[in-house]
Every structure is written in structure tokens, then in C-alpha cells.
């Protein structure tokens, strides 16, 4: 990332976790540019409307498993096919409260997906997953 302060996504149907991990990163003053959407298909239009621009594009897309409408899992279906338009590389990491195994491993077998993370996320890990995405 540039030395500008990176732009993150939540995309979670979770009020609390959008509305902790907010709070979290910006108390951790990461960035105050965040970007929130409470289901895989509004964050969909939103990079498909915005491909084309860096500037407003997120660097780091912070992705739920269960979600209304489209889910995780269906977002990266879509989101594979439309990477190659954006103006830049964006790192996806999948956070779920769910512990079971297969969505881990079906997580990490994604290319799309840098990691997986557990829910809840501690301002600690929420800098260091920013860092290794820098």
C-alpha cells in the first residue's frame, strides 16, 4: 500500500462487528476510510462501479461467511470473475465466527483468500493482518 492511509472494506451483515471493527481500526489509527456493507451484494455493485478507481477501490476487504442475500462464498465467486478489471490488487480475508473446519479449509484453498480469521478480531490482529497486507 502507498503511504496513504489504506482504504478497508467490512462487508458483514453484523452491526456490532462492523460497528467494534470500525471503531477498532480507527482508534489503531490505521485509516479513517472505511467502507461497510451488510451483504456480499452491495459490495459487489460497489467494486464494480468503482473498478476503475484506485483511489476509492478498498485495498483490504474484510469478508463474512453468513450473510443475507449474497454470501461469502458466493461474493467470491463473483469477485474472481471481476478482479482482472480492478485498478488495483485487493486482499480479501475471510472472517467467520464459524470454527468448523471445512469453511477454514475451503477458505484457504480459495486463491482469492490471503486468511482466514476468527471472529471476535482484537485491535492486535486487525494491525497485524494490515501489516502483512502493506
Known sequence: ??????????????????????????????TDRILQFENGEDALGFLKTYAGNSDILPDVIFLDINMPIVDGWMFLEDYDGLKKNFAKPIIVYMVSSSIDPRDIDRAKRNTNVKDYVVKPVSREKFIELLQQAA
Open 1 to 30: 500500500m502507498e503511504s496513504k492511509s489504506p482504504v478497508i472494506a467490512l462487508v458483514d451483515d453484523d452491526v456490532i462487528f462492523q460497528l467494534t471493527a470500525s471503531r477498532t481500526i480507527k482508534a489503531a489509527h490505521i
